[in-house]
């Protein structure tokens, strides 16, 4: 295929998010080209654990809590239909997701004020299982669980095949993605963008959508969005479980998040790595030690699986923003430059950020307001982010557990 010199729409990155918005806006008509540096679903959103999170387990921000849920109820409702819509199975599963208090103090803490306080804001769906409710509904979970944070209608799917499901979906309706072709630099002159420059050559847009995720800031630095590495392994396939997405946080220092696939086998993520510097999280490499210390951290939460083998093991980047929610519209003061970026979760988003963002640039009327994803709120704000830092650094820095 030939690189086009011109587009309507130049979308940077062919993630779940560039790849959801190309798919919308191509189906709504527009020139769309998606351009990709590596290959598809290459970033995090081939590398995650495909949790369907309406709500990170430890959130007590009232408004963070009301925001998240209202965009992943709605991308909830949209989830089962989707796979006939975009003719692709992305094995969906809505068997709903454990938070586990592996001590008691993590229990009481759930019990008096967590729970309480989330459904106090509006989180109507949010309930208690105490330890032998928990047992029922995951027989193989350790002692170490001594009650869970549940919530029925969150889920799994299989986040590899959801991106290929829009990337697919999206050339159908025209869209074209170049992969291997990184963009350089978005070319701005006089406060507009005119194009972007990329490996195989200029290519003119009359809109550019920055969907590089934890790359974003690369290329727009003016949005303060940080890369978070995490790493994650897979077992072998075992008997299904009735209930399986969860996360945890163990020995107070690790947070992690677990789904097992439609296939049996189980992705095990977010454990324990070092603290490193901002740079430091685009390396994917993996140590030993992270592999050992995934490994025996699975052998503490799961006492009745016996031995499991690991098959696979791999690090990924994703985004975090300082309120823990994603930048999605309009980069001020730049016209003509869209950001999709800063997501640390993307299951719980992808579908319904594709059509607003779309609805958004077609008519301005977005079926729900995307204004809690402002970019403005971050724009050249230098945030005070910890020099070396983790998961586990992040969250206790933005006070989410
Ligand atoms: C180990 C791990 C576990 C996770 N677990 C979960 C989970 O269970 N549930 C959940 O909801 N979320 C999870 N996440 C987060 C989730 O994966 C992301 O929120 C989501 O995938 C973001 O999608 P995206 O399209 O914005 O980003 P990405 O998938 O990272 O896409 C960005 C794309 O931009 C490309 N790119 C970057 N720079 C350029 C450039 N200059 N030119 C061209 N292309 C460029 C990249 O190669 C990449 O393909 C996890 C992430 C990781 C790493």
Not at 278 to 285: A, L, P, S, V
Not at 327 to 346: D, K
């Amino acid at each position: 295929m030939d690189f086009p010199k011109e587009t309507e729409v130049a979308i940077i990155g062919a993630g779940l998010m560039g790849c959801s918005v190309g798919y919308r806006l191509a189906k709504a008509g527009m020139e769309v080209i998606i351009l990709e540096m590596r290959n598809i679903a290459s970033g995090a959103s081939g590398r995650n654990g495909g949790m369907v999170t309406q709500l990170d387990g430890r959130d007590c921000n009232q408004e963070a809590i009301l925001n998240r849920l209202t965009y992943a109820r709605e991308n909830n409702k949209m989830l089962p239909s989707l796979a006939e819509e975009l003719k692709y199975d992305f094995e969906y599963e809505r068997a709903g997701g454990m938070d586990v208090a592996t001590t008691d103090e993590e229990w009481e803490y759930f019990e008096r004020k967590l729970v309480p306080f989330q459904k106090n804001v509006g989180d109507d769906e949010v309930m208690l299982l105490d330890k032998k409710e928990t047992k029922e509904v995951c027989p193989l979970l350790s002692n170490i669980a001594k009650g869970v944070r549940f919530r029925p209608s969150d889920g799994t799917l299989n986040p590899f095949q959801l991106n290929l499901g829009f990337a697919a979906a999206a050339e159908r309706k025209g869209a074209k993605i170049f992969t291997y072709t990184p963009v350089k630099k978005i070319v701005i002159k006089n406060g507009k963008t005119t194009g972007v420059q990329t490996k195989r050559g200029y290519l003119k847009a009359k809109l550019i959508i920055n969907a590089a995720n934890a790359w974003a800031p690369l290329l727009t630095p003016e949005i303060d969005i940080l890369p978070l590495r995490q790493v994650a392994v897979v077992t072998e396939r075992v008997a299904k479980l009735p209930v399986y997405s969860m996360e945890a946080v163990l020995d107070n220092q690790v947070i992690f998040g677990s789904t097992q696939q439609k296939s049996g086998n189980l992705v095990v993520g977010g454990l324990g790595t070092e603290a490193r510097k901002r740079n430091d999280h685009y390396q994917e490499d993996l140590s030993p030690d992270e592999i050992c210390g995934s490994t025996a951290i699975f052998n503490i939460i799961f006492k009745g699986l016996g031995d499991v083998s690991i098959i696979r093991s791999w690090a990924g980047t994703m985004a975090f923003t300082a309120d823990g929610l994603p930048c999605v519209g309009p980069v001020p003061e730049i016209e003509n430059l869209f950001i999709v970026a800063g997501f640390s979760n993307g299951m719980a988003f992808a579908p319904i950020i594709g059509k607003l963002v779309a609805e958004d640039i077609i008519s301005k009327k977005p079926s729900l307001s995307l204004k809690p994803f402002n970019p403005k709120r971050f724009y050249k704000q230098k945030i005070n982010w910890p020099k070396s830092y983790n998961y586990t650094i992040l969250a206790d820095f933005l006070n989410r557990r």
